[in-house]
């Protein structure tokens, strides 16, 4: 899998599960049980998406996957 690949899932992942568990902590208020079901799919996919970033700083980057910088 490429850095560039794996270093979006972590944005998705963390930022989308960070919205997805504060929905669910709004609608678990209600007394839905829904809201149960978002809170831990979001803490799931912040979790998920933490391991990620523990896995893209042990890869080693590819000359082609670097960008060069100009001085």
């Not at 930022?15 to 978002?38: D, E, I, M, P």
């Amino acid at each position: 899998m490429k850095t560039s690949t794996v270093e979006a899932l972590v944005w998705v992942l963390v930022y989308g599960g960070g919205l997805t568990a504060a929905l669910g902590l709004s609608v678990q208020r209600a007394g839905n049980a829904l809201g149960h079901v978002l809170v831990t799919a979001g803490a799931l996919a912040v979790v998920l998406g933490v391991a990620l970033i523990y896995v893209r700083s042990r890869m080693k980057d590819s000359p082609k996957n670097r960008v060069e910088e100009k001085s």
